[in-house]
């Protein structure tokens, strides 16, 4: 009788610590699930006179916990910084005030619904880019003002003078001796006239064409060696 009552109360038990070891397995396997990285990503680019980055979780994720915030770092080499949070993804951005490399980085949280508890960090990434002042563009923009000033000042200068030769041609017309009809009339003089007129007329576009020229010169050379576009390559005059 005792015998019986004895294995009966170790099977019990043995059903009961079997039962504590599965229990005890499955939570440290579901644990484990949550202590995965989680796979992320971080870019980091150029927008007009801002750096830019934006940092997510990749579209592989597939770990058991769910994440709470994305917090995006973005620093100067000066070590200025700021920083954005989100949930799946955030994005960060800083003005360009010199030159080197601008750094990103992004870091996760997550909430393990198995264990009730926040994980900090479960995983991130980083990346940075070479950044330069860009002192290209607004070189460019200046030259091609320039460049559209002197187009205008050609076009303006030769509008007036040919309005002028027309005048003087309408002038010759007008006279007694360029009549065919008129008793006064001259064709050796009227071409002379005329004549006359066209060199003034050649003249000026000569000098319509120096002003240009001077005017073509003061652009500013973006050329030189020194002025960069936003990703350090070198400025060419366009």
Not at 47 to 68: L, P, R
Request: glycine share 8%.
């Amino acid at each position: 009788m005792k015998t019986n009552f004895y294995a009966h109360n170790l099977r019990l038990i043995s059903t009961y610590y079997s039962k504590a070891m599965i229990s005890a397995l499955l939570l440290f396997t579901l644990q484990g699930i949550c202590l995965g990285q989680i796979s992320s990503y971080t870019d980091v680019g150029i927008s007009g006179d801002s750096v830019v980055a934006y940092g997510a979780i990749s579209d592989d994720y597939s770990h058991g916990q769910h994440i709470n915030t994305t917090t995006v770092t973005l620093s100067s080499p000066g070590g200025g910084s700021v920083q954005s949070s989100g949930g799946d993804s955030a994005s960060s951005f800083i003005s360009i005030t010199e030159d080197g490399y601008y750094s990103a980085n992004t870091s996760h949280d997550s909430w393990c619904p198995y264990t009730q508890a926040t994980i900090s960090p479960s995983g991130g990434s980083s990346n940075s880019t070479q950044v330069c002042v860009d002192t290209c563009t607004p070189c460019l923009t200046s030259r091609n003002n320039q460049e559209i000033l002197c187009w205008a000042a050609l076009a303006t200068c030769e509008s007036g003078i040919f309005g002028a030769y027309n005048t003087a041609v309408q002038n010759c017309d007008n006279q007694n001796y360029c009549k065919t009809n008129h008793a006064d009339f001259n064709q050796q003089q009227c071409d002379q006239c005329k004549e006359t007129a066209l060199q003034i007329y050649v003249a000026a576009q000569g000098a319509c064409a120096t002003v240009f020229g001077a005017c073509w010169a003061t652009r500013p050379d973006c050329f030189d060696g020194i002025k960069k576009k936003g990703n350090c390559d070198i400025c060419f005059n366009n």
